[in-house]
């Protein structure tokens, strides 16, 4: 098996993974991932026992247990670039053997759970209200730069998307994975369901408009209108086609739940954001301590 160079893979003096300073024993299989660093004790505050706490950087991880269920929860800042990174190394936490920097014959296979805020792109789906992506589309170009195939149903997605929008004309080309099927048969009742777009950006990319003109004023009317047989656009946000694409390719089953802190459609926003990702994170927690 060949070795994996210090400069491609940099461990730390502590044994622990670059970037989040986390070593392989300090790491569950079942990982919740937040864009906020603040948000992770909100998370671990519901552990019984915390085993772990680490930081480097914007990057915290707490490990613990909900009885017997040893869960990690990850921050990632914000954005498909630190996912490339998140993702990344906690795969090679449990995929790459430390000693010998090789990669592991038999792969382990993680939950990587995302716990974030999104934009509703649907008039119906309500500011506090939660949405769990059945897709992640995404208009970044993260994912150009990695090796990865599309089913068939993500392949007439992608054509559809792209005819509708037009979008290979004025945005990175498209990309789009499917959530983890074995996480996604959990959160139903009282979760809406849709594709989720990722953006590279919080203002002009997602079409917000402050002093500079946009190169495509109409792309919220494009997503908010574009559907193919039961699928819709629901939400948008920055993290979630990356998660989906890199984790997918790894072997890893991947979902995201947000909480809808704005309505672009209706022009609302939430009056209290943390009480609606407080209510997601207890929601989310009871279900994903079972699975």
């Known amino acids: 098996m060949q070795r994996i160079a210090e400069s491609e893979l940099i461990i730390n003096n502590r044994g622990a993974v670059y970037h989040l300073n986390v070593r392989p024993d300090e790491l569950a299989n079942t990982i919740i991932t937040v864009g906020d660093p603040d948000r992770v004790k909100e998370v671990s505050k519901h552990f019984d026992k915390v085993e772990h706490t680490l930081q480097h950087r914007e990057f915290i991880t707490h490990t613990g247990y909900i009885g017997s269920k040893r869960i990690s929860v990850v921050s990632t800042g914000i954005g498909p670039d630190n996912i490339d990174i998140v993702v990344n190394e906690l795969d090679a ?20 759970i995302r716990l974030g805020t999104s934009g509703a792109l649907q008039a119906g789906i309500p ?13 970044d170009n993260l994912l150009h730069f990695y090796r990865h195939d599309n089913n068939e149903e993500e392949k007439q997605l992608l ?24 996480l996604l048969k959990h959160f139903v009742e009282g979760y809406h369901h849709g594709i989720t777009v990722t953006c590279p950006g919080f203002y002009g ?26 699928h819709r656009i629901t939400n948008f946000e920055m993290e979630t086609s990356a998660i989906y694409g890199l984790g997918k390719m790894m072997g890893h089953q991947c979902l995201s739940i947000s909480a809808i802190v704005a309505n672009r459609v209706k022009k609302e926003f939430s009056k209290d954001g943390g009480a609606a990702v407080e209510n997601l994170i207890k929601k989310s927690m009871e279900i994903i301590a079972t699975i």
């Open 93 to 112: 936490l449990v995929n790459i053997d430390f000693e010998t920097r090789t990669i592991k014959p038999n792969l382990t296979s993680l939950h990587i």
């Open 159 to 182: 054509q559809a998307f792209i005819t509708h929008t037009q979008s290979q004309d004025s945005l990175s080309y498209p990309y789009i994975t499917g959530a983890g099927s074995q």
């Open 127 to 139: 500011v506090d209200g939660f949405v769990v992506s059945t897709h992640g589309l995404g208009i």
């Open 205 to 230: 990319p997602q079409g917000r408009v402050l002093r500079l003109g946009l190169s495509n004023p109409a792309l919220i009317d494009q997503l908010t209108q574009f559907q193919f047989g039961q």
